[in-house]
T-cell receptor
Framework: KNQVEQSPQSLIILEGKNCTLQ??????????LRWYKQDTGRGPVSLTI?????NTKSNGRYTATLDADTKQSSLHITASQLSDSASYIC?????????FGTGTRLQVFP | DGGITQSPKYLFRKEGQNVTLSCEQN?????MYWYRQDPGQGLRLIYY???????QKGDIAEGYSVSREKKESFPLTVTSAQKNPTAFYLC????????????FGPGTRLTVL
């Protein structure tokens, strides 16, 4: 069964600290992997999209990595800001649809 | 929100009533999607359309209906047959190849009383 699992479920960090969110997937065939940021009560916004041949991609303070062999991805956030408080959703595409993880809820406190 | 609008933002309906959620995009995208989001679950695909006048069922289409009469618009009707309609509904659009980036609207929170 195609699944996307994220950890941790929730995370609290202090402003200025770094953090890493994890995503494991069992999707086959694999097409691409995306990370989205979703503020409470809003629609998700794309952070990165990676295909099979890419193992890292950055978007400002956000850096995503992909290990297609172990079927793992991570999202690293550097120098966190209060505005980073949101849910981060890992999404894996197979040949004809997207499979969404349940997200990691990140809270950044001053 | 990438040029996609959803209305209304909050919607309350009595049990047994049909309700239609609006989704409009000005990105000139061919493909549009409807997802449902529930607490503790990933987004689930309800319906999608890759071209005007054509649409396909997603994973949880029962109790829902859609139309795609215009490229810009993809309204979703939640019918009385939907057993548990209270949820957050998200519309998205992308270029024809749906592996391209999907842009999401702001969402509609539907509460059925």
């Amino acid at each position: 069964k195609n699944q996307v699992e994220q950890s941790p479920q929730s995370l609290i960090i202090l402003e200025g600290k770094n953090c890493t969110l994890q995503c494991n997937y069992t999707v086959s065939p694999f097409s691409n992997l995306r990370w989205y940021k979703q503020d409470t009560g809003r629609g998700p916004v794309s952070l990165t999209i990676m295909t099979f041949s890419e193992n890292t991609k950055s978007n400002g303070r956000y850096t995503a990595t992909l290990d297609a062999d172990t079927k793992q991805s991570s999202l690293h956030i550097t120098a966190s800001q209060l505005s980073d408080s949101a849910s981060y959703i890992c999404v894996v595409g197979d040949t004809d649809k997207l499979i969404f993880g349940t997200g990691t809820r990140l809270q950044v406190f001053p | 929100d990438g040029g996609i609008t959803q209305s209304p933002k909050y919607l309350f309906r009595k049990e047994g009533q049909n309700v239609t959620l609006s989704c409009e995009q000005n990105l000139n995208h061919d493909a549009m999607y409807w997802y449902r989001q529930d607490p503790g679950q990933g987004l689930r695909l309800i319906y999608y359309s890759q071209i005007v006048n054509d649409f396909q069922k997603g994973d949880i289409a029962e109790g829902y209906s859609v139309s795609r009469e215009k490229k810009e618009s993809f309204p979703l009707t939640v019918t009385s047959a939907q057993k548990n309609p209270t949820a957050f509904y998200l519309c998205a659009s992308s270029d024809r190849d749906k592996y391209n980036e999907q842009f999401f609207g702001p969402g509609t929170r539907l509460t059925v009383l």
